[in-house]
């Protein structure tokens, strides 16, 4: 099977033992190749790059903004090997050869990985963070092979899309960062209280990419509690007062724990003595109502007055969600405000969750 062939055989390929084990031999015979010839160019200066170890672009309130080359091209090929990125007919030749190559090793080799629930693929995003600043990735440990894949495509994305791409991240970068600055002391003051929780004590990189995720963006925590969110600097959804609100929405899934925190052991106890089945995501559904509903009010008390939360604007409390919404608009809105305890909020919306047949 050529490689062509290969990226055009969609995901089905995963499955195929006898052409995965031949895709691992040309892999593993291009990245030898490979891994000869950049020590040539390194010596020769070709691989030191400009544009590279800005990082990070700006810093506001707990966040630090970075347009990272290394963790764009693994979004952005990821992105492509689900055939949701932009067509390739700007490529050809050797060039279109390569990038096809790299596209078929995401498709059968990091795909079938979900970026934010495998631990794995969340470990890759923490180490190409760590190598923003280099011009050429360090190939060694399990991860060689992805390594390789990368380094073979940097030159092919950097003629063809990485220009545009960090662009738009540093346009979004300046539109939000002054948004940020405004409203940072106090939407983490008011979160802090609401969850009865502590920020977290280091600053929260985040990653300005043209794709993150099906869901346009993801947080997951490493280290010590270090939080890592990746967001996408192109989706509609994503844009101005709605990126404000986001940023602190993926921030709170790095505060508390969604099944170990506070508000997630209150809402097991309470439905435990209800009898009640709690959707698995519940306390998702919080996080939306919650960094929606301050980043309205603290807007609105800045002059604007028309701010729609991401979950009223996307429509997300529909299905599981519907029966608890409500509920959630009365009690936890009175936590908010700061008359009603979060047990206490919290025991309320479950007992009306039964009261409204939930079993
Ligand atoms: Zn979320």
């Known amino acids: 099977m050529t490689s062509r062939e290969l990226a055009q055989d969609g995901r089905g390929v995963r499955h195929a033992t006898r052409s995965l084990k031949e895709f691992l031999h040309r892999l593993e015979a291009r990245s030898r190749a490979l891994r000869a010839l950049w ?118 994305y950097r003629a063809h899309w990485w220009t545009g791409q960090d662009q738009a991240n540093r346009t979004w970068i300046a539109a939000v960062t002054p948004l940020v600055q405004h409203h940072a002391p106090l939407l983490m003051r008011q979160l802090t209280t609401v969850y009865e929780a502590t920020w977290p004590k280091d600053p929260i990189r985040v990653d300005l990419a043209e794709y993150a995720n099906w869901a346009g963006a993801y947080t997951y925590t490493y280290g010590w509690g ?77 002059g604007v007055s028309n701010y729609v939360p991401f979950a009223d604007e996307n429509r997300l409390y529909q299905q599981d969600w519907a029966r608890w919404h409500g509920s959630i608009e009365v009690y936890w809105k009175q936590h908010i405000d700061g008359t009603l305890s979060l047990n206490d909020a919290v025991s309320k919306i479950v007992a009306d969750a039964r009261g409204k047949g939930a079993k």
């Open 226 to 302: 270090r939080v890592h969110e990746i967001m996408s600097s192109t989706n509609a959804g994503y844009q101005g007062n709605a990126a404000l609100e986001m940023l602190f929405h993926e921030a709170t899934h790095g505060m508390i724990p969604a099944d170990s925190g506070r508000l997630a052991i209150q809402i097991f106890a309470a439905a435990k003595s209800n009898g009640v089945e709690t959707p698995n995501d519940l306390v998702h559904m919080f996080i939306f109502y919650t960094a929606g509903e301050l980043t309205r009010r603290d807007l609105a008390a800045a």
């Open 39 to 156: 020590p040539r160019l390194a010596c020769l200066g070709l691989l030191v790059l400009p544009g590279i170890g800005a990082s990070p672009v700006a810093q506001a309130g707990p966040f630090e903004f970075h347009s990272d080359f290394w963790l764009n091209l693994h979004h952005f090929l990821y992105e492509q090997a689900l055939q949701q990125g932009k067509p390739r007919e700007d490529l050809a030749g050797t060039e279109k050869k390569a990038w096809d190559y790299a596209v078929a090793f995401y498709r059968h080799s990091m795909t079938p990985h979900d970026l934010l629930d495998d631990p794995h693929m969340q470990s890759i995003d923490t180490e190409l963070a760590e190598d923003e600043t280099l011009s050429t990735l360090v190939v060694n440990g399990e991860d060689g092979a992805v390594w390789d894949m990368l380094n073979s495509v940097a030159a092919i």
